[in-house]
C-alpha cells in the first residue's frame, strides 16, 4: 500500500452526469454554480473539505487554463535529470498531467475563481528536453511518473513525499475521473448536481473509460446528501473498492 494524498473527486455536473455543455447557462444551475465554488473554495467554511492541489487532465487544462504551445527552440544543453521542485512551499497546488508535455503556460501561476495556484506539471519520460527546459524557464515545477504513460500511483506517491499533500481534488475531465476511480486511486466523490439538461451529444461525461480496458462496474457508499436552495444537490459517496 502506497503513501498517498486523500483524493476526492468533486465536480459540477448536470442532472444526466455531463460536466460540459450548455447547461451551465440555465437560470435553474446559477445557485449550483455558487455552491459548488463556495463549498470548494470557501477556506472560512469547516464544513469544507481542504486540498493541496487540484487534478487536472491536459484537455480540461486546454479548455479552461492554458494553450497549446507551438513551438519551442532547441535546447542542446540537456536539462538535469529527475523531478524539477524548485519551491515546495506553496500552499496550493495545479496539478497537470501532460504526459507528451504540450501546455504552454505563460506564467507559474493560474486561478481559478480568483483563488490562485502554482503550477506543478505531471510529465513523463518521454517528453522532450527542450520542453522540461521551457518549464525550467517559467520556473514551473514537474515530476516525471512513468515512461510514455502518467503512472498515477507513482505521481500520487510523489506528491505525498516530496510535496506534503494529504487531500488533492481531482476535477476532469471524464477519462481522468475514470482512470482514478477504477484503479482504486480515488476514495470520495463529492457530486454538486445542477436541475437542468441541455441534451447535446457531444458533451463530456463525468466518467469516460473510452481509452480503459477495465469496465468492472464499480460501486459506491452514500456518506451524505445535502440540499440547497433552488434545487440544488450535493451528493458525497465512498467508493467501494471491494472489486477494484
Not at 463556495?38 to 484537455?59: P, R
Not at 505525498?160 to 482514478?180: E, P, Q
Not at 460501486?219 to 459517496?237: H, M, Q, W
Request: hydrophobic fraction near 35%; proline fraction near 5%; charged fraction near 20%.
Amino acid at each position: 500500500m502506497i503513501k498517498r494524498p486523500f483524493v476526492t473527486l468533486y465536480i459540477l455536473m448536470s442532472i444526466d452526469g455531463q460536466i460540459t455543455g450548455p447547461f451551465g447557462k440555465a437560470p435553474a444551475a446559477k445557485e449550483s454554480g455558487k455552491v459548488f465554488n463556495e463549498f470548494n473554495f470557501d477556506d472560512k467554511d469547516g464544513e469544507n473539505f481542504h486540498f493541496q492541489g487540484w487534478l487536472y487532465g491536459s484537455k480540461t487544462s486546454l479548455s479552461y487554463f492554458t494553450h497549446e504551445i507551438s513551438s519551442l527552440p532547441e535546447n542542446d544543453v540537456p536539462v538535469p535529470s529527475g523531478d524539477f521542485l524548485p519551491d515546495q512551499n506553496a500552499s496550493r497546488y495545479y496539478i497537470a498531467l501532460d504526459r507528451t508535455g504540450k501546455l504552454g503556460w505563460e506564467s507559474n501561476l493560474t486561478a481559478y475563481n480568483g483563488h490562485s495556484a502554482n503550477v506543478l506539471e505531471v510529465i513523463t519520460e518521454q517528453v522532450s528536453n527542450k520542453y522540461k527546459a521551457f518549464l525550467r524557464k517559467k520556473n514551473i515545477p514537474y515530476i516525471i511518473c512513468g515512461a510514455t504513460e502518467i503512472d498515477l500511483e507513482l505521481m500520487l506517491s510523489k506528491l505525498y513525499s516530496k510535496l506534503n499533500m494529504t487531500h488533492v481534488m481531482l476535477g476532469g475531465g471524464g477519462i481522468l475521473n475514470w482512470s482514478f476511480v477504477s484503479a482504486g486511486l480515488c476514495d470520495e466523490v463529492n457530486f454538486v448536481i445542477a436541475p437542468a439538461i441541455d441534451g447535446t451529444t457531444d458533451s463530456t461525461p463525468v466518467f469516460n473509460g473510452a481509452f480503459s480496458k477495465n469496465h468492472q462496474p464499480i460501486g459506491f457508499k452514500l456518506k451524505s446528501i445535502e440540499v440547497y436552495e433552488k434545487n440544488t444537490i450535493l451528493v458525497k459517496y465512498l467508493v467501494d473498492k471491494k472489486n477494484i
